[in-house]
């Protein structure tokens, strides 16, 4: 193994260690829980709420449960099942993603000011 | 032929290798690859990470790099993927093998010719850029630029596998039959 090998080897840990710090940091308390489906909202629940909802898309379905404060995925039809693997989510931060049927779902902050009930893109 | 006078100025004899033995060598190489695949899929070595894997097909790849002509490697690639998929996997993550698969084929390639990295860098790179096109995909896929969260993990955990193929494939360097052509 080369030198550079190694400083190549060490500076992608570096780099990962630094970018799942930052990650782990960053993560806020939300209020809701946004659905993306294709890319499009598909819906926002309040995340004190406890409900169970079925997401259908061309893909296939997935349930998604909200409980506690917190929202996993509890069934997919998908064929690697990671979503429902995924740990519930609490915080704001990293999404589950349901890559087969493409939903993201995440914990967002939704303004109580009224008029700012959209999402800003 | 010029290939003849310059085997005659080195110690080791170049004899021309014909079209019939590079199709039967690619041919029996994504076999090889095939069936790390076939390892892969039976066993997969989990980390807890779901979707990360050692990548142990690349093996043939990598060390195909320093034998062969860019485009054999090429097509073992392609060949791999294309079998792999249809066997074990869905078309859909077909694409994704091809898209970790194509861009990491053509950034190792560029450092191999290059003498900056050994194999084991080239590897690093290789399985890093391997997890980072495959997240392009998947971000493309899903239209949403949150899956850059998944970025630190795949880091790690491309340059881990990276250096672990990287490692194999150097002792692979000192076997005789992956010296250059004889």
Known sequence: MKKSDWILFTACLLLGAVGMLILWVLPKQGDSVRIMSDGKEYAVYSLSEDREITIESDYGQNVLVIRGGSVFMKEADCPDRYCVEHAPLEKSGEPIVCLPHRIVVEIITKEKKGEYDGIAK | MASQNKSQSTPTT???????????????LVALAFIFSYVEAILPISVGIPGVRLGLAN???????YLLTPMEVFAILLGRIVLAGLTFGTLFSMIYSL???????????????????????VSILGGVTHNMGQLLVAMFVVENLKLAYYLPVLLISGATA???IGILGKRLQGIRYFQPET
């Not at chain 2, 093996?59 to 790099?65: F, I, P, R, Y």
Request: positive net charge; aromatic residues 8%.
């Open chain 2, 162 to 164: 990276g250096a672990v």
């Open chain 2, 99 to 121: 898209a970790g698969g194509v861009l990491s084929f053509l950034i190792m390639l560029f450092f191999c010719k290059r003498r900056v990295f050994s194999v084991v860098g």
């Open chain 2, 14 to 28: 170049k004899k021309p290798v014909s079209k019939a033995k590079r199709v039967a060598r690619c041919g029996m």
């Open chain 2, 59 to 65: 093996l043939v790849v990598l060390s195909m790099l």
